[in-house]
């Protein structure tokens, strides 16, 4: 099925099959490893960092919330033992 919907793109011409263009066009390792940690520390400085206030408050709710998790899966634990030493009789 074809898209005709005002679709007015070509592809390009010149380019090989393969899409990888000439050798000599692609940066060596150095030079793509050091542009990735570039780019890397310019989003770094992008992102907005949480006030020391607002860290206790994530850190906070992140412990109340895997204790309760915790207490739940214990409970459920216990419970599931019980019924099984219930069913098949045990010590």
Avoid: C, H, N
């Amino acid at each position: 099925m074809s898209e005709t919907r005002g679709s007015t793109a070509t592809p390009e011409r010149g380019r090989s099959g393969s899409g990888r263009g000439d050798k000599e066009a692609r940066p060596g390792l150095v030079a793509r490893v050091s542009l990735f940690f570039r780019q890397v520390v310019a989003e770094l400085r992008k992102v907005i960092w949480p006030t020391r206030r607002q860290l206790g408050t994530y850190t906070s709710v992140v412990i109340v919330f895997v204790l309760i998790l915790t207490g739940l899966v214990a409970l459920l634990d216990f419970v599931f033992g019980q019924g099984v030493l219930f069913v098949f009789g045990g010590g």
